[in-house]
């Protein structure tokens, strides 16, 4: 089982637009699936357009669940499904690569002869 999760590493904005104060134009984060002791990350762009004034919400009262869902919202099931696929055939990959199995001596093993 692969479990997903998004880090929210910086966020740009603009200082004020149509008197609105802090208004987040750009959000950098990634994108992590981990199983096991894997992990594999990818990054994301998500640009934003201006807000409505009557759903502004200030800098300060954001939450990490709002704007992970302005990311979500942007990308869309797809591309989101796209990226657990991504992140799921790279740590299969991983997994397969590290993975041990015993295996038959490739000689042949003679017997033994106890008490002789």
């Known amino acids: 089982m692969?479990?997903?999760s998004w880090e929210v590493l910086h966020m740009?904005?603009?200082e004020k637009l149509n008197n609105l104060d802090?208004?987040?134009i750009?959000?950098?984060s990634r994108y992590t699936g981990?199983?096991?002791s894997c992990h594999k990350v990818l990054s994301n762009i998500t640009t934003l357009s201006n807000p409505v004034p009557s759903s502004f919400i200030p800098y300060n009262s954001l939450t990490k669940n709002t704007v992970?869902?302005?990311i979500e919202a942007d990308l869309g099931t797809q591309k989101i499904q796209a990226m657990q696929?991504?992140?799921k055939e790279k740590i299969e990959a991983d997994l397969a690569s590290t993975?041990?199995?015993s295996l038959p001596i490739p000689w042949k093993v003679e017997t033994p002869i106890i008490g002789g």
């Open 99 to 101: 993975s041990t199995v």
């Open 85 to 87: 696929d991504s992140i």
């Open 2 to 4: 692969i479990n997903y």
């Open 68 to 70: 992970v869902g302005w």
């Open 22 to 24: 802090k208004v987040v």
């Open 34 to 36: 981990v199983s096991g």
């Open 26 to 28: 750009k959000i950098i």
């Open 12 to 14: 740009e904005c603009y």
